[in-house]
């Protein structure tokens, strides 16, 4: 039997590739000043309108 990955993968505009939902998470979470933003890359939080365009993203609240 195949060992299966145990988070669920999907494309992030933020990030511009594949993340594992926990990340999308995380992202959702700072976004919603619900974490600390050191839960997520210093990349992600330089982003001018990170929370908008997470907001909008199709995936928001699927993690």
């Given at each position: 039997?195949?060992?299966?990955?145990?988070?669920?993968?999907?494309?992030?505009?933020?990030?511009?590739?594949?993340?594992?939902d926990i990340e999308?998470?995380?992202?959702?979470?700072?976004a919603d000043k619900?974490?600390?933003?050191?839960?997520?890359?210093k990349e992600i939080?330089?982003?001018?309108?990170?929370?908008?365009?997470?907001?909008?993203?199709?995936?928001?609240?699927?993690?």
């Amino acid at each position: 039997m195949p060992v299966r990955d145990k988070y669920m993968h999907w494309y992030c505009p933020l990030y511009k590739k594949e993340i594992e939902d926990i990340e999308c998470l995380d992202v959702q979470d700072v976004a919603d000043k619900i974490r600390k933003p050191v839960a997520v890359p210093k990349e992600i939080l330089d982003i001018p309108d990170f929370k908008s365009v997470c907001d909008k993203c199709e995936h928001r609240d699927l993690g």
